[in-house]
């Protein structure tokens, strides 16, 4: 295991080491070896982990020690995670079993739907060891199907190759897991992430229930997890999604769940359909904005924010005198304040003023590491609008 050195540093349970901070060269280990990581001077050991000399997050941490990473290393990280959040929160059988940094393992999302798990691996340094952690995720949870879903974008900064494969049992059918008495079908080889938002659980149970009557829309909608979630309280849901195959789920969806008539999808831009219903008029009671993420780096943060202002400007016109509005960011690069004031920024351009009834974050199987706030990502606010200031 290769031994490199980096500046002092009050890390303090941080797993990521950047470029600047090594003093070792570096520049001819290639992606993904393992290193062991010591604090010039001092010579104290800061952890284990894998380097990318190329990436601007150079070091990833795998243990804050002289550790070997091993089939017994990852084995016994599998099951504190899967302990975790079955023994401790109370998770069944739906939820997200690793995720990366926030459960030592930097680099690996896996989600469990029942008895198909769905693995994401996104550095160099995790795909070295893929085949162990393939074969204790087998082990451990005995899934009929496990799909390898590979096709993240930052696959290819790590000099690594998009890919989507079964690589256990068969998908003859599209998966259905219960979320709060509510059904859903989804696509985890197709679809986005690993097919299903596990992330807005709790959101979207806390909304449903706020929520028992009127006419709304919920922009993104995906496959209708936050629409048949309301319409089977009472309301009437109209879903807006650009992807054609989100739509046809979300339809099957509603018809499994029997609240076809309560539910309309419709495929369109949102931004398009958000000012085909600002000339037409329109109100609504409430409105959902789930929208992806409108940043994946820093460089882009300031166009971002400029487009998280403009969807919930467009959205709050046609949001009624005592409407609420469900409003969310997933960008980790969006601080929980920057996301206050962009909303802010929204309702007084809209002269409105609102009261925040809730303020959500990820469900509790992503969890946030105190040390590492890039873990916290999203964000979901529950708004009233009282009155108009004109």
């Known amino acids: 295991m290769e031994k490199i050195y980096v500046k002092p540093s009050k890390r303090y349970g941080r797993l990521w080491i950047y470029k600047n901070e090594i003093v070792s060269d570096v ?67 739906t939820y997200r079993v690793i995720f990366s940094e926030s459960d030592f393992l930097p680099g690996l999302i896996v989600d469990k739907y029942n008895k198909c798990l769905v693995i994401q691996i996104l550095t160099a340094g995790m795909e070295k060891f893929k085949e162990i952690i393939i ?52 696509d985890p080889l197709h679809g986005q992430k690993t097919g299903f938002f596990l992330d807005q659980r709790e959101n979207r149970i806390f909304l449903k229930k706020l929520i028992t009557s009127g006419t709304g829309l919920d922009l993104f909608c995906y ?61 609504y009671d409430f409105i959902v904005v789930d929208p992806p993420a409108f940043v994946k780096s820093r460089a882009e943060k300031t166009d971002a924010i400029e487009g998280y202002i403009n969807l919930n400007t467009l959205a709050l016109k046609l949001l009624k005198k005592d409407g609420v509005i469900a409003t969310s960011s997933c960008s980790h690069h969006i601080s ?25 974050t990820q469900s509790k199987d992503h969890p946030i590491l105190l040390s590492m706030p890039e873990t916290a990502y999203l964000k979901c606010f529950i708004i009233k609008v009282p009155y108009c200031l004109t």
């Open 27 to 93: 520049s001819e280990l290639s992606p993904g070896t393992l290193v062991r990581v010591y604090e010039l001077k001092t010579n104290k050991i800061i952890g284990t982990g894998y380097i990318n000399p190329e990436s601007t997050i150079s070091v990833r941490l795998l243990s804050f020690k002289e550790e070997t990473i091993d089939n017994e290393f990852f084995k016994l990280r599998i099951l504190q995670s899967k302990r975790y959040r079955e023994e401790f929160l109370g998770f069944g059988e």
């Open 336 to 360: 929980e304040y920057e996301f206050y004031e962009i909303i802010k920024e929204a309702f007084l351009k809209n002269k409105k003023s609102g009261k925040i009834i809730y303020k959500g």
């Open 223 to 283: 496959v209708g997890a936050w629409s048949i979630h309301i319409a089977q309280n009472g309301a009437m849901v109209i879903g807006v999604d650009n992807s054609q195959n989100a739509i046809d789920l979300a339809k099957e969806n509603a018809k499994i769940n029997n609240v076809t008539e309560k539910c309309k999808f419709v495929k369109a831009d949102v931004f398009d359909y958000l000012k085909w219903e600002i000339k037409k008029n329109k109100k």
């Open 135 to 186: 074969k204790i995720l087998d082990e451990v949870f005995c899934p009929e199907i496990i799909i390898l879903k590979n096709d993240s974008p930052s696959r290819l900064k790590e000099g690594l190759p998009i890919e989507k494969q079964i690589i256990k049992g068969e998908l003859k059918k599209l998966p259905m897991i219960t979320e709060d008495n509510v059904n859903f079908l989804f």
